[in-house]
Structures are given as C-alpha cells and as structure tokens.
C-alpha cells in the first residue's frame, strides 16, 4: 500500500460540535491511525462547509456576518478535534480563497462540458439538507424525513446539472463494485434512489442566497451548497481543473469518503456524477457510519439534548480522550446507529480498559518485578501458547479494518485481552513462585507481556495515550508496522523498576482519577 487518502464530511458551521460530529471523526481517525501501521503516506482530511442559506440565516438571527459565524464556529471544531486526539493532515474551510476559485473553475468545467443548462424550476427545499426534497420522500405531514421541518417552497430560475446523463454508469459502476458502498446493505438503497433520479438545480438565485461562491460570469447566482461542498475533496489536495497538483496526482482517487447515512445520496450519486463529468476517477469506498442518540432518543436543539464532546471529558475529569474514543468507536456496529449514555459510557471503558486490560499489564509487571526484580531472564523465552490467538487477532483486526468494521476489530481486540487475562487465571503464576517453580512462573510472565504488546499496538489507533503508555512500560516500539510484529517483542534483560509500574488508565469514578484530573 502506497498511499492512503481518507476524508471525512465537512461540518456546517451554525452551530458548535456535538457528539454526532465527534463520533465520525474519531472513526475516521481510528482508521488513519490504523492504516499509518500499514502504509507510510497517509492523508487525512477533514474540515467545515460553510456557506448556503442555513449559514446566512443564523448569522443575521445573531446579528453577525456570515463570515464572523464561521470563523468563530470553525474554530470550535478545530478546538474540539485538538481535545479528542484527531490528528488530520489537512482542515479545509471551504471559504478558503484557494478553493472558492477551484469551484468556480469545476462549475465552468461542466457548463463547457454541456452538463449544465438554465431552468426555471418550483421546489421543496429543505434549509436543513441544503437541498430541494423530492414530494415522495416527505413524511405523510408533508415535512423533511430527517429533520421533521416543512420544506419552503422556492421557485427560481437555476442552473441545472444533467444527473441523469450520467444515472447508468453510475448504477453499473455499484454494481461492479460491490465494495463502493459499504456496508453493503446500503447500496440497495441507493440504487432505488437511482430509479427515479431527476437532473438536479447546482445553483441559488443571489436574491434569496447571498452566502455562497458565485458562478463566474453570472453574479446573478451562487453555486449550490452540494458543487462547493463536495468538491473540497479534490480542492483540498491541489485540484483545478487547469492544474493538478502533485499532491493530487498522488493522492487521488481517495481510499475512502468517511459520510454519515443522511448524506449517503450526495455521496454516491451526485459526486460520481461530478466526477465522471470531470474526467476523474471515482473514490474507491464510501463508508456510510449510523447515526448516534442520546439515551435512545435523537439529539436535537429542541429536545435539548445535545452533547458536546468537550463536555463529555469536563464531566468524567478524563486527562485524555482515549476512553471516550474507545466507547464511541464500539458504540454500533459497522454502519448502524449506537447510543450515548453516561452510565453505559462509564461502565464500559471501567470495564475494557480498566479491569480488563490495563490491571492486567499492571499485575504482569508488579509480578516481574516481585519475583524477579523487573528482569526477563532469557530462559523465560520460548514457545507461547497465546501466540497462534494473538497473530490470528491481527489479520483478522486488519480484516475488519479494510470493512470499515472498527467496533468489530475493537472487540476483537478485547477478546485477546480477555483470553490473556484467562491464560493468567489459568496458570496462576503467584501459585507456581509460591511453589517454587520460578522458572515456569517468568515464562507465564514473559509470555503475556509480549502479548500486550501485540495489544498495545491493535488498541493505538482507539486509545494512543493509553497505548503509547503501555509501550513504554514494555520497551516497545509503539511505531512498530503491524506486518512486523511479532509474538516475541519483549527483550531478555532488566525490563522496568517498581517505581516505573503506572495505571495505564485509571476507572473513571475512582479517587485517584478525580485527583489525577485534579492536578
Ligand atoms: N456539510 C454537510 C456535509 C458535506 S460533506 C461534503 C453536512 N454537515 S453536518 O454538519 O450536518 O454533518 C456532518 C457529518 O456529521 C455528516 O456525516 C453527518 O452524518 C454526521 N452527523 C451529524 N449528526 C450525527 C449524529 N447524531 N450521529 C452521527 N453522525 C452524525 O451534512
């Protein structure tokens, strides 16, 4: 693997992070940090959209500018990305100059291309989707399936582009590849979208839209949200129709839009129509994530229930967000909704990765150094019964990963804890150095740490403080690639003094947590 390009949507910039927002970041980063264990070139993306009525709207209820909204609430992203570990490569804000220019280079491409044409058109647009809704897909109240608000009637004349030019390469193209859209349950969907898709508008009159990108030679209209939006994809790494940057060559296509369900349509239509019309290749996947609730129920402004991800580390006193990472990561299954909740959130990461997981390297090394003053003998290497288990876990972990399946690969992580943590009971290694059997004891002791370090590195893409911590008590190199690792890591010689043993995570409702944050 050469290269891997990856990207997540971009968010609107009306109002500050939820845990929604966070929830498809830390996946997206989960699998950047993941693929920078197989590949040395990894780009990551992600950034805000920032322009469109939705924009321009709550900007004059708070009587500020548009502008003035973005950058304050662009910078909240930004500020929540830095506290959750979510380490990109590059954040675009589509009212960056560079790529304002870009788009209107891309809408000129498809006018000369024919795919654009002017139309006087009456519609439903839902300010919520930044789109016009098809009358069919509306609740039986006439309102958006999605965000349960009437629809405004908007008749004007646009620019329209020629979707349904382009509607049989795109059904073939899902077809032929069946892991274009994963999970695979949802490219049914989207090919019944097909059946009946329309050509779409791809512009808004200044009239009733000033916040956006102009077309060139029409100041009359601004691009469509969806033309700007998506196009940050290729902006972001140096496109312009004219000129390609190297770093375009490199990256593109993408390995992976990271989207959530609700704008799987613009995804996997709309954008391969774009780029078929631009002479591009198409992105190889498009991971469509669930959505998350609140104790059950949808987060909304109205039901006041929204939660921040911020919030969520200020109220459990969490030096880092490694816990809140790995709950969120293993909240659904691949491609399905999952829950917040605190009291779950709580008894779940006390229970993964305290007590399963960091008590067991804790009571591994406190035994070594009990028993043998922190020193790995070199009679204590050998054969390792975990071993077959814990390379098994690695391909089967990168399995997962090359399905976008991270909560699958998460608990097959867990599950080699689990049968660790099992090997320990059953060999109980404070029973045989009460017996006298010293040597047997080191190698249950040798054997589990080499396997934690194997765990060390499967769980760094979820928790990289958590696991950067482990490694260090194991001398291990956490950048170590996966293909290299090997069930025999730990080096023969003095491993680690009393006074160096740390928790490698702390239970979120214990006293030394609570102190620790405190500090
Ligand atoms: N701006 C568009 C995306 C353009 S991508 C070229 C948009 N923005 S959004 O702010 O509404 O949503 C951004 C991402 O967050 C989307 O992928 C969306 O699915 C995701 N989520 C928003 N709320 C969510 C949950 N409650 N749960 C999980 N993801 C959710 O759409």
Redesign the pocket.
């Known amino acids: 693997m050469e290269k891997y390009y990856l990207t997540?949507?971009?968010?609107?910039v009306n109002g500050a992070p939820?845990?929604?927002?966070a929830?498809?970041k830390i996946l997206t980063d989960i699998i950047a940090r993941h693929y920078s264990q197989r590949c040395d070139d990894v780009y990551f993306l992600t950034g805000t959209?920032e322009h469109g009525i939705k924009i321009q709207k709550t900007a004059a209820a708070k009587d500020i500018t548009p502008k003035e909204l973005c950058d304050e609430n662009s910078r909240k992203f930004k500020d929540a990305w830095k506290a959750l570990d979510i380490d990109y490569t590059k954040f675009i804000r589509t009212t960056d100059d560079y790529h304002e220019k870009a788009v209107q280079h891309i809408f000129k491409k498809l006018v000369e291309k024919g795919d654009i044409y002017k139309h006087s058109y009456e519609g439903l647009y839902c300010t919520g989707c930044?789109c016009f809704l098809n009358p069919k897909d509306l609740t039986e109240d006439g309102l958006c399936p999605t965000h349960l608000k009437k629809p405004e009637v908007v008749s004007e004349e646009n620019y329209f582009f020629k979707l349904t030019k382009y509607k049989d390469a795109i059904v073939k193209h899902i077809k032929e590849h069946p892991d274009f859209i994963l999970p695979q349950f949802r490219a049914n969907e989207v090919l019944n979208q097909l059946e009946d898709i329309q050509d779409i508008s791809v512009s808004r009159s200044k009239s009733n839209v000033q916040w956006g990108i102009d077309v060139l030679d029409d100041s009359e209209q601004s691009i469509y949200v969806?033309i700007d939006?998506?196009s940050?994809?290729v902006t972001a790494i140096g496109y312009d129709t004219e000129n390609q940057s190297d770093d375009f060559k490199k990256y593109w296509p993408a390995d992976v839009h990271v989207?959530?369900?609700?704008?799987l349509k613009?995804?996997s239509i709309y954008w391969p129509a774009f780029l078929l019309a631009l002479d591009l290749p198409l992105p190889k996947h498009i991971f469509a994530?669930?959505?998350?609730?609140i104790d059950e129920s949808?987060?909304s402004k109205s039901l006041g229930n929204v939660i921040s991800p911020t919030s969520v580390m200020e109220n459990f006193n969490m030096e880092n967000a490694d816990a809140f990472r790995y709950y969120m990561a293993t909240s659904a299954p691949c491609g399905r909704d999952g829950n917040y909740s605190d009291d779950d959130f709580k008894e779940k990461v006390n229970a993964h990765l305290a007590n399963s997981m960091g008590n067991l390297l804790n009571r591994t090394l406190s035994m070594l150094v009990k028993y043998f003053d922190g020193e790995v003998k070199s009679e204590f290497k050998g054969d390792n019964p975990l071993a077959k288990k814990a390379l098994n876990t690695i391909s089967i972990v990168k399995n997962h990963f090359d399905n976008f399946e991270i909560s699958e690969a998460g608990f097959e992580i867990i599950s080699l804890v689990d049968s660790t943590n099992k090997y320990v009971q059953d060999t109980a290694p404070w029973t045989l150095a009460k017996e006298g059997k010293m040597s047997e004891c080191g190698k249950v002791l040798t054997n589990v740490l080499d396997i934690m370090c194997i765990i060390a590195s499967l769980i760094y893409p979820y928790c990289p403080n958590i696991a950067r911590s482990m490694a260090s008590q194991l001398s291990f190199n956490i950048n170590t690639k996966l293909d290299d690792l090997t069930s025999d890591s730990i080096k023969v010689g003095k491993l680690i003094e009393k006074e160096n043993i740390k928790p490698v995570f702390l239970r979120l409702d214990s006293e030394l947590a609570d102190k620790s944050a405190k500090k």
Do not use: P, Q, V
Not at 259 to 263: P, R, S, T
Not at 289 to 293: E, L, S
């Open positions: 997540t949507a971009i968010d609107y939820h845990i929604g927002h929830y498809e959209d930044e969806w939006a998506l940050n994809y989207i959530g369900k609700d704008i613009f995804h994530h669930g959505w998350i609730t949808k987060m």
